[in-house]
């Protein structure tokens, strides 16, 4: 098989997204961009994020990887998609990794690691690569919460809008970046429950809600046209969840009760404050 | 006094933690609270009552500080117990803010319950999340 490593098509991401990268505040994940290759190839490796097909394949990749133990990888030739990885992975927050600047060093210690001897590398992506120094190709990095939430919304980026993509970028790192809080209050954030705030942005569309976790891990969507009116929607499932309403205003406005994301349908006027 | 009322001009404080009940919009900004900020149990959702004792915002977050790790994400809630009972009245439901002073396993003589709600008033606890005001820690140093 023949890879060819684009690190201008990289570079050029880079260089869009320099303002976000550099409100990172901590090194980065790693980052490889591997370039037109049948998709049954990339299977060999360990880990892949395939983020410029939001198809069921996508959501195959992102499971396979939440099973492995290395951190995220990000396979894609699309420039666009090259742009949505690096600024997910630039706010993916790892103390032991390195930089975005090195991080086509990182393909290669992949490849040697996975002894892929045989794929034809351009050289060019060796250009003005620093040697990864905070860690080494056997070494396991340990994958943020955060992180996690991120490799599945960038599984997913195509099938929700930008707006709304980039929101949950921000708000899951303001929500999830503290490991040791949501350890220390026993506190799991829930796949199933993103995945379902997820369809639920993608098959209804809304205006894109406030966000926040429940204490037992579930994601909460909230809205509040008004200081005295709130909605919330709690992603129980891949499929629903509960909903809750009041209106300070208007007292008699006021409900709850189980949703599913196909068939949901709110009373007025909790409809139109989505 | 144990159980007496919290009069309707004074504020309860409640400590946000963890930060993950804190909501945010899509920026990453703070825009409230989720109901499980409150706290709530069978007893109703644990406060401080901020002017006990001649006190203020500052040493309330003193007394909260006391009591549980702090950290920098972490937010004050204040709630104006004006605004807890009118919520009640809309909902016919007796809600109000009542001196319940903890002497153990730490000494809290601030401590104040809102009685009138319980863990399944989903309604009453998202109205409530309405009316927190949400504040930085005013400690000494910060």
Sequence with gaps: MSMNLRPSALQDALAADAILCSQASTPIDYFQVVLPSPVDQLLRWDSVIKIDNGGPSANKYAGH???QDSGVHVFTSQAAAIRQATMLLASISNPHIVSVEQGQTSLYELVADRKTSSLD????????????TARTPTQKIARSTAGIFLALLA???DSINAESFHGLVRQVLAILSDDDEL????????????????????VRKPTHPNLSLSRDGRFVASWSPTPKSKLTLTFKTRNGGDWVGVNLVDPRSKGNGPFETTSLKLPEPFADWM | VKGDRVPSDCSL??????????????LGNLTG?????????????????IEYDGGNFESACLILADLRTVRSSHRVG?????????????????????????????????????????????ELLLALTTIVSLRPFALPGQ
């Design chain 1, 121 to 132: 590398i351009d050289q060019r992506a060796s250009i003005a690569v620093k040697p990864a």
């Design chain 1, 65 to 67: 990887f939440l099973s």
């Design chain 2, 13 to 26: 404080a409640l400590h946000c933690q963890p930060s993950v009940f804190l909501e945010r919009d899509r």
């Design chain 1, 183 to 202: 350890a220390s209050h026993r506190i799991m954030p829930r796949v199933e429950s993103f995945e379902g705030l997820l369809n639920f942005l993608s």
């Design chain 1, 155 to 157: 599984a997913r980026h």
């Design chain 2, 78 to 122: 204040v709630m104006s117990v004006k605004a807890i009972e009118e919520i009640g009245e809309q909902s016919d439901v007796a809600l109000h803010a009542a001196h319940d002073p903890i002497t153990l396993p730490e000494p809290n003589p601030a401590h104040a319950l809102i009685i009138g709600v319980t863990p399944k008033d989903s």
């Design chain 2, 33 to 49: 609270v989720n109901v499980d900020a409150l706290r709530v149990d069978d007893d109703g959702i644990s406060t401080n009552w």
